[in-house]
């Protein structure tokens, strides 16, 4: 069952279009694998989906509720109910330098949710303790690696039990020795039934930890397919082009 519909999204800047007749569905539970050239438009549809970008026209339906209908948004109330079901983990991990890492944690349960000390206190302990960091919940960020930190933020993102997490390139701002940690944490994740849908430029990860992948250009859904479909047999010659380039 579809947990996300787009259909027909279309957002410009200016005389720029970003995005193209973007269509394409993901399923309970999928983990999704976006792929594509920079600026092909994948992290603009990625921030689209939680309202992070103003499309101009297309529908996105979440759980059968839609985000945007022909380009049409509903109430803020709407919005904000419908973008609270869904996590979001950014390139630069956005953490509050001045908070440590367990209070970064803690802060949205407690001021979006309303959630008790105690509840929250747990669940920082818990999450940390899954993404290997629970000896660091009284450190600040500024005394973490990159990984760490891109660790802490995908606790951070699961802190708010989302239906659905969205990862916009989570090692692209990562040494290369540090990029194994946080998509073993990702794979984790996977592993446990979470829909996922993740912007990435790691194609043996996406290929390893995949459903699906979807190879964007130009503003475009170019084609769609399991991993082993689209690295080993692509139909269209853009897809075939792009894969030769990254891959040799």
Do not use: C, W
């Given at each position: 069952m579809a947990i996300i519909e787009v259909s027909n999204l279309k957002k410009s800047f200016g005389d720029l279009d970003v995005l193209k007749n973007v269509s394409f569905e993901v399923n309970k539970g999928e983990?999704?694998?976006?792929?594509?050239?920079?600026?092909?438009?994948?992290?603009?549809?990625?921030?689209?989906?939680?309202?992070?970008?103003?499309?101009?026209?297309?529908?996105?339906?979440?759980?059968?509720?839609?985000?945007?209908?022909?380009?049409?948004?509903?109430?803020?109330?709407?919005?904000?109910?419908?973008?609270?079901?869904?996590?979001?983990?950014?390139?630069?991990?956005?953490?509050?330098?001045?908070?440590?890492?367990?209070?970064?944690?803690?802060?949205?349960?407690?001021?979006?949710?309303?959630?008790?000390?105690?509840?929250?206190?747990?669940?920082?302990?818990?999450?940390?303790?899954?993404?290997?960091?629970?000896?660091?919940?009284?450190?600040?960020?500024?005394?973490?690696?990159g990984g760490q930190k891109q660790r802490v933020a995908i606790a951070r993102a699961l802190m708010m039990n989302p239906d659905i997490l969205l990862f916009d390139e989570p090692t692209s701002a990562l040494d290369p020795e540090l990029t194994g940690e946080v998509l073993q944490v990702i794979k984790q994740i996977a592993e446990e039934n979470m829909t996922m849908l993740i912007v990435t430029h790691e194609m043996g990860f996406a290929r390893d930890v995949a459903d699906r992948v979807i190879f964007m250009d130009n503003g475009e859904v170019i084609e769609s397919g399991t991993p082993e479909q689209i690295f080993n047999r692509p139909k269209v010659e853009r897809t075939r082009a792009f894969l030769n380039r990254v891959l040799h």
């Open positions: 983990v999704i694998a976006i792929i594509g050239p920079s600026g092909s438009g994948k992290s603009t549809m990625l921030r689209s989906l939680v309202h992070l970008e103003e499309v101009n026209d297309g529908t996105i339906r979440i759980q059968d509720e839609f985000l945007v209908q022909s380009g049409v948004y509903p109430s803020n109330k709407k919005l904000k109910q419908i973008t609270a079901r869904m996590g979001m983990v950014f390139q630069h991990f956005n953490l509050f330098p001045h908070l440590t890492v367990a209070k970064n944690l803690e802060l949205a349960p407690k001021y979006v949710k309303g959630e008790s000390e105690e509840l929250v206190r747990q669940k920082s302990a818990e999450l940390l303790k899954k993404v290997g960091l629970a000896d660091k919940a009284d450190v600040h960020p500024g005394k973490l690696s």
